[in-house]
C-alpha cells in the first residue's frame, strides 16, 4: 500500500482540506481507505462537555458504549464543546460508502468508509475538510459550498 497525504490551508477560515491518494500494490477483499477520528465528550464523571450533530441532525449528546446512527452518510458532522462554542468538523469532500459514529466510555470515534480497492496499483483519491473554529453546525452547510468551489481539482 501506499499513502501520499498532503494538508492545505484555507485562507482565513479555519480549514484544513487533506488530499490523500492510496493505491494498493495488490487487492483482497474488503480492502478500503478507512478514515478514522477520535473526539472526547466527557473527563471521569463530570458532565458531558460536546455534543455530536451531521447536517442533518441537531447536536445531540453522546452516548457511551453504543454505535450512534449519523444518517445516511452525511456532508458534514463533528462536534460542539458545550464550555466555549467552539465546533469541530469533518467535511466530506469526497462522497464515502459508509459513515459509522461508536462511543466508548468517554470518547467517539467518527470511521468513515470508502469503497473496496479494485485494481492494483490504481490510486484512489480521497479529499476531506477540518474546520476548527466558532462557527455554528447549522452554518456549516454554506461554509462547505464555499470549501467546495474553491478546493475543486
Sequence with gaps: MKLE????????????????TVTPKGIQPGQAYVLENSV??????????????TNAKVPTEFSPEKELSPG????F????????????AIMLLTPPLKTQLETQRHSGIFRIRYPDFTIAGH???????????????????ALLKIVNNTWRK
Design 5 to 20: 497525504r498532503v494538508l492545505s490551508l484555507s485562507g482565513d477560515r479555519n480549514i484544513v482540506i487533506q488530499d490523500s
Design 123 to 141: 490510486g484512489g483519491h480521497y479529499r476531506t475538510a477540518y474546520y476548527f473554529g466558532k462557527e455554528s453546525p447549522a452554518h456549516l452547510g
Design 72 to 75: 445516511e452518510n452525511p456532508e
Design 40 to 53: 472526547s465528550f466527557q473527563q471521569a464523571h463530570q458532565p458531558h462537555y460536546r455534543r455530536w450533530f
Design 77 to 88: 458532522f463533528g462536534t460542539v464543546d458545550q464550555r466555549n462554542g467552539e465546533t469541530f
